[in-house]
Nanobody, 116 residues
Framework: QVQLVESGGGLVQAGGSLRLSCAAS????????MHWHRQARGKQRELVAT???????NYADSVKGRFTISRDNGKNTVYLQMNSLKPEDTGVYYC??????????WGQGTQVTVSS
């Protein structure tokens, strides 16, 4: 398993920006596909952004053009830059590391609250 620790959440006004970070343990970070998910209160968890080991990225339609996922393999860290935030972006954001078939690990989550 991989230990994941998210940081960077907080309270921001609509239109503002936040950058989330997720630091991973272990020696095989560069092999991981990394995901950011979010879960709003009373709703199902949804996939927000993905970055593969080859640095290919994919985004949910709701965040395209506003969010950017990136990784720094030297620091074992994945980032989610969130711009033009909207109240509907509010939720707990979770980092997820996948290296099939070895592990599928989750962080504890970080709260993002966007006020209108």
């Amino acid at each position: 398993q991989v230990q994941l620790v998210e940081s960077g959440g907080g309270l921001v006004q609509a239109g503002g920006s936040l950058r989330l970070s997720c630091a991973a343990s272990g020696s095989f970070f560069s092999f991981n596909t990394m995901h950011w998910h979010r879960q709003a209160r009373g709703k199902q968890r949804e996939l927000v952004a993905t970055i593969t080991s080859d640095a290919n990225t994919n985004y949910a339609d709701s965040v395209k053009g506003r969010f950017t996922i990136s990784r720094d393999n030297g620091k074992n860290t994945v980032y989610l830059q969130m711009n033009s935030l909207k109240p509907e972006d509010t939720g707990v954001y979770y980092c997820n590391a996948v290296r099939f078939p070895h592990y599928n690990s989750w962080g504890q989550g970080t709260q993002v609250t966007v006020s209108s």
